[in-house]
């Protein structure tokens, strides 16, 4: 998705996505008496084929340049590389190319906030006065919480408009400050708590909530509580000017032509709602520290999946940047992201003890259409992918 379109940096929160998790829960609902799944007979290797096979065929159809593959299943870990990440060079696809994250990144700051919390400088239900006391007035119910778990009624930065035209300037750099007060404009849309909506704007702030609360850029947190711990060792903020080993290229179609991603002003690239590079080697990574309960408190990480809870009483299957659902009883955590010719994927069913992680470098291709294909091949008692039009 170009820069200059609407929700450049959302998680795909369109009406297929919608569908496919109506559909799903809907499966779910029906096959909710039945026992756990269990996976394919002869496991992940025996299976390496049909997988090559269908995502070579996604690819084809899609028209993805290049996809990163990791899978972990019952102690098996698969990392591979299809196609090519940087299409002039002709430069293959590998499990330590860099993709960009999108909103997988949001995952990384809701435990560094969470790492806040726990160090008693955040709280999650503290009004959003109590840090950004020059903020409108009609924030004062606005909570920590809220943007972890999109229910602010903050409008999202990347699509709202202000007096007619687009809220941010994409080719424009702004400083932490002014992109601060940018948000400072923005309506609210619903009184917070009462909705779910998916809003950029909420996690922008949380890194600012951070660099306030701990003195230090959010960056530079994630690299030294998560990155380095977990042996992320590609890992870091988005830079345009530095020399990153293995980055791949971002792309677009127009017109049925590839093109290269559109440019935008590098502080676009560092704020905290997903603006990350990362390789499919670090998403295992931080798969594995995620298994085992690493950084967090057993009662952060309990909040981190809690759905959110509405006014109204009734929740809404989201976390703290994770769509939080279940499957045959048991908790399945998935979330997507888009930005800038990238757009990842990555899928965790604790039941099947199965990880799927799916990153491709064109913008508007589907890795959940390919990772849920993966899944239903790994074991078939998971729901197929459903068909798309071309």
Request: aromatic share 10%.
């Amino acid at each position: 998705m170009s820069p200059a379109a609407p929700n450049v940096r959302a998680t795909q929160r369109s009406s297929c996505t919608s569908l496919r998790v109506a559909t799903l829960a809907l499966l779910a609902f029906a096959c909710g008496a039945a026992t756990a799944a269990t996976p394919a007979k002869g496991g992940v290797q025996e299976r390496m084929g049909a997988i090559d096979a269908w995502v070579h065929a996604e690819m084809a159809r899609q028209h993805v340049p290049g996809v990163a593959l990791g899978i972990r299943s019952h102690g098996t870990v698969i990392e591979k590389g299809y196609g090519l990440s940087n299409v002039e060079l002709s430069t293959p696809v590998r499990a330590d190319t860099v993709f960009q994250s999108g909103s997988l990144g949001k995952q990384f700051t809701a435990v560094i906030v969470m790492l806040e919390v726990e160090a008693g400088r955040i709280g999650l239900d503290d009004p959003l006065s109590k840090y950004f006391p020059e903020a409108p007035v009609s924030w004062r119910s606005v909570t920590v919480r809220n943007l972890l778990n999109h229910t602010s009624g903050l409008a999202d930065y990347t699509e709202a408009k202000v007096q007619g035209k687009p809220a941010i300037d994409y080719r424009r750099d702004y400083t932490e400050e002014e992109l601060t007060r940018l948000t400072y404009t923005l309506p609210l849309e619903f009184p917070p708590g009462s909705r779910w909506k998916y809003s950029n704007t909420g996690y922008l702030l949380l890194g600012v909530l951070i660099h306030r609360t701990s003195g230090h850029f959010y960056g530079e947190l994630l690299q030294q509580k998560i990155f380095a711990p977990l042996g992320m060792k590609s890992a870091r903020i988005i830079s345009e000017e530095d020399i990153v080993a293995n980055r791949a290229a971002g792309y677009r179609l127009v017109q049925g032509q590839l093109k290269n991603q559109e440019w935008v002003a590098p502080s676009i690239n560092t704020t905290a709602d997903g603006s990350l590079y990362l390789s499919v080697r670090d998403y295992l990574a931080w798969d594995a520290g995620l298994r085992a309960k690493a950084m967090l408190k057993p009662q952060s990480w309990a909040q981190v999946y809690a759905a959110a809870p509405l006014t109204d009483g009734s929740h809404y299957p989201y976390g703290f940047g994770w769509d939080v659902q279940s499957w045959h009883g048991q908790p399945w955590y998935h979330h997507s992201g888009s930005w800038q010719g990238f757009e990842t994927f990555i899928s965790r069913y604790l039941a099947d003890d199965l990880t799927v992680i799916v990153l491709t470098n064109l913008g508007d291709a589907s890795p959940v259409h390919i990772g849920d294909g993966i899944a239903h091949l790994i074991d078939p008692a998971l729901p197929k992918a459903e068909t798309e039009a071309e």
